[in-house]
């Protein structure tokens, strides 16, 4: 896929998770929407995605986010949480116009969104944050050819994640392995 190609894919494909996500997303979860698309479904969004504070991070997720607004495909809106300011995106008048700049592409990837938007899209960006960070450092140690013990990789994603207790850490990379979304890890 050329250059021109990709960036209106790309466009296309957060505009379209936007449109269908069952409550607006905000930028951890856009972030972690094409993260997951790109790592577990093979959807060649092109990111290059790094470890951040929260969790795999690719600058360009969100100047692409900037661009769909600029084409009025979504808009962001500020939003007030008991914790501080957020953001939340919404669809405007021209996402179905942006969308069909790469409708062949879409077409293509339609059951990998449509995975998504079933497994991912009603969860809290706080969970999207732990189960990226999870298939992140799973990833990671695979590279590596380091040791992927289920204790392991826990012990990875806390040094990673210190906030977040072992227990739903646990509970997260055994959700994970069991859907296959990550290699089983054995103790």
Known sequence: MNADK????????LA???KRAPQPPGRTAMMK??????TLRGVP????????????????VLNDLSQAERFRAVKEKTVSYPKGDGYQYLPKERCEWVCAQAADELDEFGEAIDWLVERFASE????LELFSTIVYAERE????????????LCRRVQSIK???DGEKIAAAVDALARDGLIEAPAD
């Open 16 to 18: 379209t998770l936007v």
């Open 162 to 164: 210190p906030y977040f």
């Open 124 to 127: 809290p960006a706080w969970r």
């Open 141 to 152: 140690l695979r590279r590596k050819q380091q040791p992927r013990s289920r204790n392991e």
């Open 45 to 60: 969004l092109g990111y290059d995605f790094r470890l951040y504070n929260y969790g795999p991070y690719d600058i360009r």
């Open 6 to 13: 990709q960036g209106w894919f790309r466009l296309a494909v």
């Open 33 to 38: 929407f094409a993260y997951l698309l790109q």
